[in-house]
């Protein structure tokens, strides 16, 4: 199977490009776009790392909102819960009951809730935007709001960041391999002192 251009870090994704990767999906990811238009949320392409490549996310300022993952086939819808975003849904009466079932049903991983949403139905995509819409009035209770401003002239891709280097924070590193012989060694041990040499009668 061909390698995704979405996996390629030097791909450049545009709606052009997207329609023909997407394929009958396509309709059903402008579709979804077009929803979170109207709460304001704008996509930006963003680089998730080699094993899921491109894909849009939908922030206010650094907050990330959603996602879509467009790797899968159906599309896939992604919110990141906080404990602090938790505690609003915990008590929130207007998720939908399909919504409501993603967010108890998933379990945390480490500091966040990942719930996914698949996007193969209308159904699908309403029960991905209750979450959508309950994490947007938990972000507004904390003074997180969408920016009122005209959405951006095409989809932004946000450039990924240089590659990090072995050693630095963040990446582990680099364990040297054994040497395949054992070096000879060149005069005393590191154990052993010159008196102990001199004593010994070698000296």
Excluded at 9 to 29: G, Q, T, V
Excluded at 50 to 69: H, K
Aim: glycine share 10%; hydrophobic share 35%; aromatic share 6%.
């Amino acid at each position: 199977m061909a390698k995704s251009p979405l996996k390629d870090k030097d791909f450049i994704p545009d709606d052009e490009s997207l329609s023909k990767i997407l394929a009958n999906r396509w309709p059903r990811y402008q579709e979804t776009v077009a929803e979170l238009c109207k709460r304001k949320l704008y996509p930006e392409m963003y680089w998730y790392g080699p094993s899921s490549g491109w894909a849009p996310r939908f922030c206010i300022g650094e907050v990330t909102v959603c996602g879509i993952y467009l790797a899968q086939n159906p599309l896939m819808g992604l919110v990141g819960v906080g404990d602090k975003v938790g505690g609003y849904l915990d008590r929130d009466t207007e998720l939908t009951p399909r919504a409501r079932n993603l967010y108890e049903m998933t379990p945390k991983k480490g500091p966040l809730r990942w719930i996914e949403a698949q996007l193969a139905t209308r159904g699908d995509l309403e029960a991905f935007l209750s979450l959508v819409d309950g994490k947007l009035r938990a972000l507004a209770k904390e003074g997180v709001k969408p920016k009122d401003e005209p959405p951006p002239p095409r989809i932004r891709r946000k450039e990924p960041g240089p590659p990090k280097e072995p050693g630095k924070p963040g990446r582990k590193p680099v364990k040297l391999a054994a040497p395949a012989e054992k070096p000879v060694q060149m005069g005393p041990a590191d154990n052993v002192a010159t008196p102990d040499i001199l004593a010994a009668g070698r000296g």
